[in-house]
C-alpha cells in the first residue's frame, strides 16, 4: 500500500526552467544597457547559470571551492560575476555593483518561479492520501526563497533541503531521513523527480519506487539507471499516482 509520496522540486514541482529562462533574459538586457550594446550579456548570463549550478571547469572547481568553504555561497556568486565581466573585458566591478547585478537575477527568478499548472490542486488532493515529503538538492542559500515564493509548507508535509543536510541526492541518507519522516518503509513510498543521477538512482538505492520526468531528456543508457515509471511532464504526475495508488 502507498503510503508516502517523495517529491523533487525543480522541474517537477516547479518550472524552475522557465524562472531561470527569464531571469538570463533580464540579465542580459540590464547589462547590455549597462556597459553597452557591444557587450555579450545572453554569453555572460548563460555562463553565470552554469557558473550558479556549478557546471565547472577544473580551474572553476579549483578557484571557487575554497570561496564556498571558507566563505560562503554569496561570496561564490560574487567572485562568479566578476571573473564573468573581466573576461568579456569588464576590468573593474565594485562589490555594490556586484551584489546588485547578483540580487537582480534571484529578484527576477523569483518573481517567476512558480508551480507547474495543476500541481498545488494536485498536492492538496494527495496530501489526503498520503504524507507528502519534499526532497530538493541544492544550497540554502538557493532553495529556501524559493519554498518560501511558493509556500511550500503550506502543501506538503515535510521538506528537505540537500544543503541543509549532511549529504544530498541520491545519498541513501537523505531518503532515510524522508522514510523515517513520513513513517513508512521504503516498499510504502514513491520518489518523483526529473534527474536520473539524483532522483532516480537514489530511489532505486534506497528500494524506493521511482517516477522520472523526462521533459526533452534522453534516457541515458552508460547510467544504468532504469525508472520504475516515466513521465514526459509534470502534468502526467497526478494521473499515474492515482495509478499507483490504485495497485
Excluded at 103 to 126: M, W
Aim: charged residues 25%.
Amino acid at each position: 500500500m502507498l503510503k508516502a509520496l517523495f517529491l523533487d522540486l525543480d522541474d517537477t514541482l516547479c518550472d524552475t526552467f522557465s524562472a531561470n529562462e527569464r531571469a538570463k533574459q533580464l540579465m542580459a538586457a540590464a547589462l547590455k544597457d549597462t556597459y553597452g550594446r557591444q557587450f555579450d550579456g545572453q554569453s555572460f548570463s548563460r555562463a553565470y547559470l552554469q557558473g550558479v549550478y556549478r557546471n565547472w571547469t577544473d580551474a572553476q572547481r579549483a578557484a571557487y571551492m575554497p570561496i564556498i568553504s571558507e566563505q560562503n555561497e554569496s561570496a561564490f556568486r560574487l567572485q562568479l560575476i566578476r571573473d564573468l565581466l573581466a573576461e568579456r573585458g569588464v576590468e573593474y566591478v565594485s562589490d555594490a555593483q556586484a551584489a546588485e547585478i547578483q540580487r537582480k537575477f534571484d529578484r527576477d527568478r523569483l518573481e517567476a518561479f512558480e508551480f507547474y499548472p495543476g500541481i498545488s490542486d494536485f498536492l492538496a488532493q494527495a496530501r489526503s492520501l498520503f504524507t507528502l515529503v519534499v526532497i530538493t538538492n541544492g544550497p540554502e542559500y538557493s532553495q529556501t526563497p524559493k519554498v518560501e515564493t511558493v509556500n511550500l509548507a503550506a502543501h506538503v508535509d515535510h521538506i528537505i533541503i540537500g544543503g541543509q543536510e549532511p549529504e544530498q541526492k541520491p545519498a541513501r541518507s537523505i531518503f532515510e531521513k524522508a522514510l523515517k519522516l513520513a513513517g513508512c518503509e521504503a516498499h510504502e513510498a514513491v520518489h518523483v523527480g526529473d534527474s536520473l543521477a539524483a532522483d532516480i538512482a537514489g530511489a532505486h538505492n534506497s528500494g524506493i519506487t521511482s517516477v522520472w520526468i523526462q521533459h526533452q531528456q534522453p534516457l541515458d543508457s552508460e547510467l544504468g539507471i532504469n525508472p520504475s515509471h516515466t513521465v514526459l511532464h509534470p502534468s502526467e504526475i497526478p494521473a499515474l499516482i492515482r495509478t499507483l495508488h490504485r495497485d
